[in-house]
């Protein structure tokens, strides 16, 4: 048993996140995902929304080379996943509320998760 | 206004069994904003998928942290199991929901002593610790471990549990039920407890909700929810309701934890007089192949597994979505506006595990 997961276009995200918000969802979490397919990678980007015991996850792919947008003027405490997958990951996230460039994780390999 | 000035609280700190660090923005004596900071110690274990099978995974994942292995364990089993249709046998389930309360209990008295401890309550502290350690007697036989206790598996438990020790189990949690009542008058009577817990770090409702805070901490603001309420494991077969408090300052969050640990009594009883006999695990073929997210209760609050595979031997990510992790920015909202002798015990109030955050 899978479960259910919309795809939508990393263009499109903050929008999406929006009407969640106004939806009534919260925020569960962000995750990146490396994938690859004939041997190009990408990122798959994960996000969950609740509300009550209800869950709503949405889906983006994006190359690796492209940049996303921030959903923190939604949902302000997504800082910390977007963070973190910058750093893990090497996700590039614009506008976020608060950037810490890499800081977030003291690792001792750059973005660890991306190859 | 007054000059402000930046202190730095942490990574390492007396409250803090684990690194993380806090820069304090200050006015005078007050906090007016915090910059959380983490990272000090993060292992990487998500990415260990490439180098272990979805079967070795269960022990990377039960020894993310030695306080909620047994969460772990569970909520990645679980997590498989969704996807490769795996209906686990009965007793496994209730097995799963007795060893939970247990870690409930065992995670909850394990705050409490680190709460005391924060504002120097010592002999408060080694009480709570040593009626935790009757808990972890009981998991030392029946599981044979004391921390990790690696026995779930994929399909069930890799161990099952005499139902006469079960039994004799209920008549010790009725003995610690009575010396836990006569801790928590302390806790939640004692004229110097209530000065540090009272009125301190109040979160509204809207603020924890909005912040996508977990648990305890959320629940003590008066958010109702608890993921034992969905039915997970044999949850469905017991009775769970929330426990919580509409007052959301720190002397709540300690009430609500408490009331959770005697909550935690009334399930095992239920799950223990209730649980079938029969097989522990069902048999698993082949290689998982999709994607799920589940999610648990841990005792510090709602925790979340993803698990991606392709139909190979080594699954594509797993991903675990802890509660601390989710309640830091409802912290920094909490220590906004705090003094700067409340800061330790705010940050104990949200019962930190930094070892799950840096899996």
């Given at each position: 048993m899978n479960m259910k997961i919309r795809g939508v276009e990393a263009g499109a995200i903050l929008e999406e996140a929006q009407k969640m918000k106004y939806e009534g969802y919260r925020l569960m979490q962000i995750c990146a995902t490396r994938a690859e397919v004939d041997e190009t990678p990408f990122y798959e980007i994960l996000y969950t929304f609740g509300m009550g015991l209800l869950m709503e996850q949405l889906k983006v792919s994006i190359p690796q080379t492209e940049k996303i947008a921030s959903i923190t003027s939604a949902y302000p405490c997504a800082f910390l996943y977007e963070n973190e997958m910058h750093d893990l990951f090497g996700v590039e996230v614009l506008m976020m509320n608060l950037d810490y460039r890499g800081n977030l994780y003291r690792t001792a390999v750059k973005t660890p998760f991306k190859n | 206004m007054a000059a402000r000035s930046v202190i730095p609280f942490g990574p390492q700190h007396p409250v803090l069994p684990e690194p993380i660090h806090l820069d304090l923005v200050m006015e005078d004596e007050r906090v007016v904003d915090v910059i959380p900071s983490i990272?000090?110690?993060?292992?990487?274990?998500?990415?260990?998928v490439e180098k272990k099978d979805f079967q070795e995974m269960v022990y990377v994942a039960e020894r993310i942290c030695g306080i909620c292995s047994l969460g772990h364990g569970l909520g990645y089993c679980d997590a498989v199991e969704h996807i490769m249709d795996i209906e686990i046998p009965d007793r496994a389930k209730f097995l799963r929901v007795i060893w939970s309360e247990m870690s409930r209990i065992h995670s909850h008295l394990l705050w409490l002593g680190l709460l005391a401890d924060g504002f120097g309550f010592e002999s408060l502290h080694m009480q709570s610790w040593r009626l935790r350690e009757q808990v972890l007697d009981m998991f030392e036989e029946s599981t044979g471990g004391r921390v990790i206790f690696s026995v779930m598996k994929i399909g069930g438990q890799r161990r099952d549990v005499p139902t006469d020790m079960l039994k004799g189990f209920l008549e010790r949690f009725d003995r610690m039920e009575e010396e836990l009542k006569t801790l928590s008058r302390t806790f939640l009577d004692d004229a110097a407890v209530i000065s540090r817990l009272k009125g301190v770090g109040v979160l509204t409702a809207d603020q924890a909700e909005a912040l996508g805070c977990a648990g305890p901490f959320l629940r003590a603001s008066g958010v109702a929810r608890d993921i034992r309420t969905s039915g997970y494991a044999a949850y469905g077969d017991v009775h769970v309701e929330p426990v919580i408090s509409m007052v959301g300052d720190s002397y709540a969050r300690c009430e609500v934890r408490i009331r959770e640990i005697f909550q935690s009594f009334a399930i095992l009883r239920e799950a223990i007089g209730r649980i079938p006999a029969g097989p522990v695990e069902t048999p698993v073929k082949g290689f998982p192949d999709g994607e799920y997210m589940t999610r648990i209760e841990q005792p510090r609050g709602e925790a979340l597994y993803y698990v991606k595979a392709n139909?190979?031997?080594?699954?594509e990510r797993m991903r675990v979505r802890t509660p601390t992790f989710a309640n830091l920015p409802g912290l920094v909202e909490t220590l906004k506006g705090c003094d700067l002798a409340d800061v330790p015990i705010l940050i104990l109030t949200i019962d930190p595990c930094i070892s799950c955050t840096e899996r």
């Open positions: - | 990272g000090f110690i993060h292992r990487g274990l998500e990415k260990l139909g190979k031997k080594f699954i």
